[in-house]
């Protein structure tokens, strides 16, 4: 990165001041930070100018954790939330119109004027804007991994969802392959449910486990026991027949555990349990 | 009788390569026309000699066979590992027995699924445990 001079510092802080509305307006044109109320788009426009103004002043203009970007970075930070439709700004169009000014500034500083510090203001400014990219490439970046990190969260509850099905009544539908970590993550927010809902009756439904070996069966088995010793009663639900047949040969007793056929019957059993009773409404 | 070579051998070594090992089993067995049940019974049974190559023999291998027989198909896994064998044969097979806190069922349970069911073992040599799943009716296909 080039040091500008000094004095080119102060010729180019006068021209950002001296072509501010000009800069202003051809960076709305730009349609780069476009909102509906055209005074929102002016505002961020100037808080990123602004910003920009500071840097270069403090010859920073490359550093992106510079003070003049930190108000950049909460302008673009609504630019990077607001923008879930997948648009994102191009802050390198604000380039070309801050160049045009900056070159017109200069020529008519005289004969003079396009010499060699106004490349080195060409130069600056526009590592300005290209900070300004980066900084906002970082916010982008931060974002997707913020994404990514919920979306994983969402995946591992989601994996052992609990069910209110009634007063009193849970269900927890296993799905897929339960590997040790996921039965476990299962079994706690089950029990933490019972407690919470004071639930009397818990359902684990397994229709979509497609196979139940020694290490599931145990699994179940031991998470009916930990719920009976919080009160409530387990119910397992959904074992298809071609598993019924295997879990006979393989030997495994579920004991005392009540079993359904369907989530549908367990419902009923549970809403029994707990007292209610289902009729058919002679009347409709 | 022909032997058709090793279909696939999918080693073991860590919990996913267990699921690897179910995926593997579960698509030969349909890809033989197996029925559902007996799909269950083949991936279940692989599910529990996988896990003990990983628990118990600290892990190995597992072998996936064809063989065509005169009037059916044998879908044949080979569990293979260099552990520390098992000791009492006998007690390892019977219902029940865990030397690890397990329901004690995996050993014995995988023999009553199968059809034919081999275990070879020496102390300090290692374990391998051979099951065969014979599809009776290949018309049914
Ligand atoms: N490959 C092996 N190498 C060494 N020991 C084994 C091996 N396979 C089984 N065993 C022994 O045989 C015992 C019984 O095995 P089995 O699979 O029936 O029960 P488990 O693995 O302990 O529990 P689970 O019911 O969950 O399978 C084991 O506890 C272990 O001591
Ligand atoms: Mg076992």
Redesign the pocket.
Known sequence: MTVTAQDVRDELAEFLRERRPDILRAWSEANVLSHVDPADTEQESAELLAGVVQAIRDGAEGDSGHEGFSAARSVLGTVVSGSRDGARPDLAALKPPLLRLWTEHRRSAGPDGLTEHAVDGAVALSTAVDTLRAVLLELEVDAGLETIRAQREQLTELSTPVIKLWDGVLAIPLIGTLDSMRSQAATENLLEQIVAQQARVAILDITGVPAVD??VA?HLLKTAMAARLMGAECIISGIRPQIAQTMVQLGIDLGEVATRATLADALGYALRTTGMAVVSDQHS | MTIVPTVREVPIRTDMDIVGVRQAVREVAVSVGFSLVDQTKVVTAAS?LA???L???GGGTAEIELEERADSTALRLVFR?E????GDVEL?LRDG????G???????GARRLADEFDLRTAEGEG?TVTVAFVNRDPAAR
Do not use: V
């Open positions: 020694t290490m145990q | 529990e896990r003990n190559t628990k118990h023999g590992d552990g520390p064998g098992i390892a027995y865990s030397s690890s397990g329901l004690g069922l995996g050993l014995s374990t």
